[in-house]
């Protein structure tokens, strides 16, 4: 076993780390305060090659797998947590997808412009009535002869008014339950569908999330991934590779309390010493750490079993319901040792905890996971890859 990292990962966490710092710290504030998806931040990590893990040379992929890729996001979630959802909305979500199940004509239309950021990219599964249960959903595609009808709803999508193309689950079969869902490549340019922009969210402020509403939307055949009626195990397994995404993006957050909390115990002084030497701040120090740390191996165990093709969706599970876990235990510790600074905006810790909580309800909440974790533990469902 060998925890070290190679020279070339450790390149490619300097240059993340050092983009974050540069180009993204400085407006953390201002779109947080704004609600404010900044295209030219997405711009810049299109060019650094962020979103080409795991994807083909071939179609403009970095050559590198799903452990660099955590690796990059860790660094860019530790400085602002909202920009770790454009790793997932472009290369694990629709390109990675579309690599695995599209046509070769598909592939070369839709990958290179995902992975260059021509295309702002995003998938689509909730609905206004349906989360937890993705099987149940309602948005319709009616088969017309040439082409398919959409009609429905889609809600809280990720870069749901700002993509210009995305992943679309939808049903074709209304009454076949997980075996009637189909994935299509949806172009939202295409006349009928309304897009608006959620305001108001707890946390993830300066990413894009929205409302869509597809009427009547004429979506040519052509534009089936895979086979029709077969879409739910795409979802799943496109939900496996975004799910590390989101595991990798509590890491770096998890950090970037951690690191404000030591910083903090180290400059207050009360009681006549630095409040780090009173022994219960150095308990919450002690949990903060070990949590931290445990993550780290769970996410990087999930990445190297999904890089060596080994069955991972429990690993993968684990990671993001512990990864939950510790990052809302961590950010609600790290308010507490700030004491009233840590409850105004002088500090980062509202933010913190505001973006801690996503990570207990996005790509399946913390109950599901725990579903899988013990279904999987107990022998009723096979660990996939
Ligand atoms: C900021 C943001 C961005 C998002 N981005 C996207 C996106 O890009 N694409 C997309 O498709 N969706 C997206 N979502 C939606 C998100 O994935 C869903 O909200 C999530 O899957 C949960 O669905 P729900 O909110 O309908 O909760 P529900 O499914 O209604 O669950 C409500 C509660 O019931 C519990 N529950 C439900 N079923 C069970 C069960 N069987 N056993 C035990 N407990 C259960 C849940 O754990 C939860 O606590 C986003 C959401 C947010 C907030």
Redesign the pocket.
Same mark, same amino acid.
């Given at each position: 076993m060998d925890f070290a990292l190679t020279e070339e990962q450790r390149m490619l966490q300097d240059m993340a780390r050092n983009f974050a710092e540069n180009e993204i710290k400085p407006y953390v504030e201002e779109d947080e305060k704004n609600e404010h998806w900044r295209k030219e931040i997405f711009d810049k990590m299109a060019e650094l090659g962020f979103f080409g893990f795991c994807i083909d040379e071939k179609y403009g992929g970095n050559g590198m797998g799903f452990l660099e890729g955590a690796l990059a996001i860790e660094q860019v979630a530790k400085v602002h947590t909202s920009w770790r959802m454009a790793f997932n909305?472009q290369c694990w979500g629709p390109a990675l997808t579309i690599q695995k199940f599209g046509t070769e004509e598909q592939k070369e239309e839709y990958i290179p412009k995902f992975v260059s950021g021509e295309y702002v990219g995003?998938?689509?599964?909730?609905e206004t009535d349906? &989360? #937890?249960?993705v099987a149940a959903m309602k948005c319709r595609a009616d088969d017309k002869g040439d082409h398919y009808l959409i009609n429905g709803n *889609? @809600?809280?999508?990720? !870069?749901g008014t700002v993509a210009d193309h995305g992943l679309l689950y939808v049903k074709t079969d209304k009454d076949a339950g997980a075996r009637g869902v189909t994935c299509l490549i949806i172009d939202y340019n295409l006349p009928g569908i309304t897009r608006q922009k959620i305001h108001g *969210?707890v946390g993830?402020l300066a #990413?894009d999330?929205g409302e869509l509403t597809f009427e009547d939307v004429k979506v040519p055949k052509n534009c089936v991934l895979g086979e029709v009626n077969k879409g739910f195990p795409i979802c799943m397994t496109q939900l496996n590779s975004t799910r590390l995404g989101c595991s990798a993006g509590s890491l770096g957050l998890s950090g970037a309390i951690l690191e404000a909390s030591i910083k903090y115990a180290n400059e207050r002084s009360q009681f006549g010493q630095q409040i780090g030497r009173h022994q219960l701040i150095q308990q919450q120090i002690a949990e903060m750490k070990m949590e931290h740390e445990a993550l780290a191996y769970l996410v990087y165990k999930a990445a190297w079993l999904k890089d060596k093709g080994i069955p991972n969706v429990m690993e993968t599970s684990m990671s993001k319901l512990f990864g939950a876990k510790a990052v809302v235990h961590a950010a609600n510790e790290c308010m507490k040792l700030h004491g009233s600074f840590g409850y105004s905006d002088e500090y980062p810790c509202g933010r913190f905890l505001r973006d801690s909580k996503?990570f207990e309800?996005?790509? &399946?909440? #913390? !109950? @599901?996971h725990t579903?899988i974790v013990a279904n999987t533990a107990l022998g009723y469902s096979p660990n996939r890859k």
């Open positions: 909305m995003n998938f689509a599964m909730t349906v &989360g #937890s249960d *889609k @809600m809280w999508i990720t !870069n *969210k993830l #990413s999330t996503q309800t996005l790509e &399946g909440t #913390s !109950n @599901m579903t």
